[in-house]
């Protein structure tokens, strides 16, 4: 699956090399009522920590940024789980994490080389489609 783009499609696709793009208004799901999250809005935002002081890369001015899927941990079963994780730093795409089912905690983290912008995450439940949040670095 490909991820989303923002703003203006890349010349091809950074995971599959398609140029073939086409506008899907409903790609990403949001919660009816935010000031009213349901169970599965709780299951299915991703939440983001920015950890500042960088524990890989020390005094090289690099940020990590730590997410877990839900408030509430969503399951990670063969039928039900979350696919993947897309990293964007300012709206374009820099990376993505496969995770698998049982093995995996709905959750990783990405190691990035800026101290600004705003970091998107896009995760993919296969069963329930695509949520998104965003934090400032």
Not at 60 to 67: I, Y
Not at 88 to 114: E, G, Q, S
Not at 128 to 133: P, Q
Request: glycine residues 4%.
């Amino acid at each position: 699956m490909r991820p989303v783009e923002f703003d203006a499609a890349p010349a091809s696709c950074l995971i599959c090399h398609s140029s073939e793009f086409s506008e899907n208004p409903g790609a990403i799901k949001s919660p009816a009522n935010p000031a009213q999250l349901t169970e599965a809005d709780k299951k299915h935002i991703p939440q983001i920590v920015i950890v500042k002081e960088c524990g890989l890369i020390p005094n090289a001015g690099c940020t990590d940024v730590h997410v877990r899927v839900g408030e509430i941990e969503h399951v990670m079963q063969p039928q039900h789980f979350i696919t993947y994780l897309d990293y964007y730093l300012d709206r374009k795409f820099i990376a993505r994490t496969w995770l698998a089912p049982v093995a995996c905690h709905p959750a990783a983290a990405l190691h990035v080389n800026a101290q600004k912008g705003v970091i998107t995450i896009v995760e993919n439940c296969n069963t329930h489609g695509r949520w998104m949040s965003e934090a400032t670095i």
